[in-house]
Nanobody
């Protein structure tokens, strides 16, 4: 079992930045690839980005490429999502998740085994 706890969400103006953190406990965090998803009201949960188990490879949703950066620190059992140049359409609850598959480009929520409770990100125009 892996327990994930997100933090760092909040209210920010368009063009601003936020850094989300996801702290893990339980089974060996370093063996998991991780992902970030988001869900806006009335919409399905959407893949944002993923990172492999050692942080060497990343994959992004096209609309966040160049603005968001995922990173993983296995010494701190934490994965981060740095979000820059935020837009109102980035407003959502953001979730981190751990996957068992070694594949990087895993975008379906059903392929992630463990989830955090989510953190709200609101971008005002």
């Amino acid at each position: 079992q892996v327990r994930l706890v997100e933090s760092g969400g909040g209210l920010v103006q368009a063009g601003g930045s936020l850094r989300l953190s996801c702290a893990a406990s339980g089974r060996s965090f370093s063996s998991f690839g991780m992902g970030w998803f988001r869900q806006a009201p009335g919409k399905e949960r959407e893949f944002v980005t993923s990172i492999d188990w050692n942080g060497g490879s990343t994959f992004y949703l096209d609309s966040v490429k160049g603005r968001f950066t995922i990173s993983k620190d296995n010494t701190k059992n934490t994965v981060y999502l740095q979000m820059n140049s935020l837009k109102p359409e980035d407003t959502a609850v953001y979730y981190c998740a751990a996957k068992l598959s070694p594949r990087l480009q895993v975008t379906s929520p059903s392929e992630y085994a463990f989830w955090g409770q989510g953190t709200q990100v609101t971008v005002s125009s």
